[in-house]
């Protein structure tokens, strides 16, 4: 569905993107993660045209975006807004109209996918009447108009409270089940976790992880501690046999050595904190994502 | 390029923009702001006073007060047939001007003069009054004061008061203007100088209600992304382009409305303003001139993030469409001065001194069409650059770019 290879972007003396290959294939979620500033926008923005990388190709179904194939493309940029002073139903044919939907057919369009999403009374509000999660779905509807085959999602779930990140979840597994190719990119690695068939971890320009999550899930093993405590989390910092750790205020997830026990290694916190839960499962994408990142930053495993 | 995109783009920036308050307002004011300052001074100014006017005369030579109140009554009527000036006399002494000064100030004169008795050598006489910009009074007082000396004189020179009469009658004067064809066209003196800054006034205030269209909605695609989603459906050039021909569409819907506004009021104008043969010309620097002027704006606009920084912007951008207005009376002295001859073809200033010039004294065709060439050229180049630097610019967040940044871009091909 959609190649990149070897993307490089330079912003002046900063290195945005430092060599991004990865393939898309059709019909799949494809998951951009990546911590801010990890080059996931700028990936998107070369990807759609909007801006030229300075060396590599994108290439959609083996060839060079052009005029035609843009119309088969959907894109929700990050932070992203409508005309607050326009009315809903003409917001929507304007979009139709951008990529190529005659008017009539794009207010049918638009009439059907309000309905859906039951915001058929509001069509003819002005945007700025409307809530915050109205205008979030009335941006999705912009979206759909002209039957996208590829959607470009960034962020998506960037700005949702709980109830429309699941809404915008549902909506996502949807476009799949009609075939559709979707790419979104995110730093909340619940929703990839959740959605994605690939992912791509991108930080400081560069690919750090790249495959099937289930893959990838695998590769880091089903044998990661997790284990919830009360008392002074600092002073597990010090506990010996460790492989990688990511520690959070009540909650840890560990990868001991071989040759450490988890009988063990329990024994050891046992004596630290008052240890709550203790489980053994495969990694949290969270976890993976802190230590990918920061085993990119030192060139070794690291204590979060 | 697609002008299918650029189409859609257009259609929305003009019916989006026609349903604004804004423009709604724009498309009424303007009409009446011109009427305000054109036709409405000059038939206030011509229009009768309602009511006698009481002149108060200080007459130190005892000559002049008898015949002032026949001399203005004689000439100036009210409409009803009442005389408009009623002359009364204050005794010439010490206390005479104490006295004079307390009925202006209690209305009973609206002012008075002093007629000192050397005036036949000095040439000079006193108008008091609170107010002393009240010129039409002012120029009659002084005719007719003017008018009682020289007939004085004459007659103590033995000549008959009926030739005097003949002698001191008025001169009219009547203004033609000759076409470049050759053509005779009788006009009001200054008719084409009105004309001439109605059209720049037209010109300036379309430029910049669209110029300020056009940065406002740029600057709201850019805070709310959709000039990200705008770029992945089309090129910048296609919203550039969009986006100028639907505010000219809203420009030529204005220009109908006034138009046809004028048009009602035909028979009233006419009467002020005399349109010159040489009028298409001015249609010619007016599409230029909004095309190069629009490409100026995209560049000034496109890298601005801020309503604040777009104000600023325009700001800086609409006081070059002014300054032609500075040099108007200098134009008006001497249109055809080799200093108004190289302002024109300047080409940040042709448009509006050509707009300005043609009802004037039409220039030289050679002028006309070096004016027009060098404004197709710099349009050309100036729309290239302003592609250019609104493909960047309005990716640009944050930081406004230097000059020197705006330039490189400009450069910047592909």
Redesign the interface.
């Known amino acids: 569905m959609l190649q990149i290879a070897a993307l490089r972007k330079s912003y002046g003396s900063t290195r945005a993107l430092d060599g991004v290959s990865f393939e898309v294939k059709p019909g799949e979620i494809f998951g951009l993660l990546g911590p801010n500033g990890a080059g996931k926008t700028t990936t998107i923005?070369i990807s759609?045209?909007?801006?030229?990388p300075d060396s590599g190709t994108v290439l959609f179904n083996g060839k060079e975006l052009n005029?035609g194939m843009?119309?088969s493309?959907a894109?929700l940029?990050?932070?992203?807004?409508?005309?607050?002073?326009?009315r809903v139903i003409?917001v929507l044919i304007?979009?139709g109209?951008?990529?190529?939907v005659p008017p009539i057919e794009a207010k049918k369009r638009a009439m059907h996918w309000l309905e859906k999403f039951e915001l058929s009374g509001v069509a003819n509000h002005k945007v700025d009447e409307l809530s915050k999660g109205m205008q979030q779905k009335v941006q999705f509807i912009?979206c759909l108009l002209h039957e996208p085959d590829l959607l470009i999602l960034d962020e998506p779930f960037s700005g949702l409270d709980p109830v429309n990140q699941i809404v915008m979840k549902d909506m996502i597994r949807e476009m799949k089940t009609k075939g559709k190719t979707i790419i979104f990119s995110t730093h909340q690695m619940e929703q990839a976790e959740k959605l994605c068939d690939e992912i791509c971890l991108i930080d400081k320009g560069k690919v750090v992880l790249y495959g099937e999550l289930g893959t990838i899930k695998r590769k880091y093993g089903d044998d990661t501690i997790h284990m919830e405590f009360e008392g002074d989390s600092s002073s597990l910092k010090s506990l010996a046999g460790i492989a990688d750790m990511n520690l959070y205020e009540n909650y840890a997830e560990v990868r001991i050595r071989d040759g450490m026990s988890r009988h063990e290694f329990l024994k050891q916190v046992v004596s630290l904190v008052d240890v709550t839960k203790f489980s053994v499962e495969e990694a949290s994408l969270n976890s993976i994502f802190i230590s990918a990142v920061n085993a990119d930053k030192t060139g070794g495993g690291n204590v979060a | 390029m697609?002008l299918?995109?650029a189409l859609?783009?257009a259609?929305?920036e003009f019916?989006?923009k026609v349903r604004?308050k804004t423009f709604i307002i724009s498309l009424i004011l303007m009409p009446v702001f011109i009427i305000v300052v054109s036709v409405v001074p000059s038939l206030l100014i011509n229009k009768p006073s309602s009511t006698t006017i009481n002149v108060g005369i200080i007459d130190k030579t005892g000559e002049i007060a008898p015949i002032l109140d026949v001399n203005l009554l004689g000439k100036y009527k009210l409409p009803d047939g009442r005389p408009n000036y009623n002359v009364v006399v204050i005794p010439p002494g010490d206390s005479a001007r104490t006295e004079a000064n307390r009925m202006v100030l209690s209305n009973r004169l609206s002012s008075y003069i002093v007629v000192d008795t050397n005036i036949m050598s000095s040439r000079k006489f006193e108008y008091v009054s609170e107010n002393v910009s009240n010129f039409k009074d002012i120029s009659r007082l002084q005719s007719a004061v003017k008018d009682i000396l020289v007939t004085n004189e004459l007659q103590r020179n033995g000549i008959k008061p009926s030739i005097v009469k003949e002698v001191t009658r008025p001169v009219d004067l009547e203004t033609v203007r000759l076409s470049k064809e050759g053509k005779e066209e009788k006009t009001q003196a200054g008719s084409g100088f009105i004309l001439g800054y109605i059209f720049i006034i037209i010109l300036a205030f379309f430029v910049v209600t669209s110029g300020q269209l056009l940065v406002r909605s740029v600057v709201?695609e850019k805070?709310?992304?959709?000039v990200?989603?705008?770029?992945?459906?089309?090129?910048a050039d296609e919203i550039m382009t969009g986006k100028i021909l639907g505010l000219s569409l809203l420009g030529l819907t204005q220009l109908a409305v006034w138009g046809a506004i004028a048009i009602s009021f035909a028979g009233q104008l006419a009467a002020f303003i005399t349109v010159p043969g040489s009028i298409w010309w001015e249609g010619v620097f007016f599409v230029l001139g909004f095309l190069f002027y629009s490409s100026i704006f995209v560049m000034a606009g496109a890298p601005v993030t801020t309503e604040q920084e777009a104000q600023q912007a325009t700001t800086y951008v609409s006081m070059l469409l002014f300054l032609p207005i500075v040099l108007a009376t200098m134009v008006a002295q001497n249109p055809s001065a080799s200093y108004i001859k190289i302002l024109s073809l300047i080409p940040l200033l042709t448009p509006t001194m050509m707009a300005f010039r043609i009802p004037i004294q039409t220039p030289d065709l050679w002028e006309l069409i070096a004016g027009t060439l060098i404004l197709i050229g710099s349009t050309y180049f100036c729309m290239i650059a302003a592609g250019r630097i609104f493909k960047i610019g309005i990716?640009v967040y944050g930081k406004r770019p230097s000059l020197n940044d705006l330039v490189r871009w400009a450069m910047k091909k592909?």
């Open positions: 923005r759609l045209g909007i801006i030229e005029a843009k119309d493309l894109y940029p990050e932070e992203r807004g409508l005309y607050r002073k326009s003409d304007y979009f109209g951008l990529r190529s912009s | 697609s299918k995109k859609v783009v259609r929305w019916v989006e604004t709201e805070s709310n992304r959709i990200e989603v705008l770029l992945s459906s089309m090129t990716l592909g």
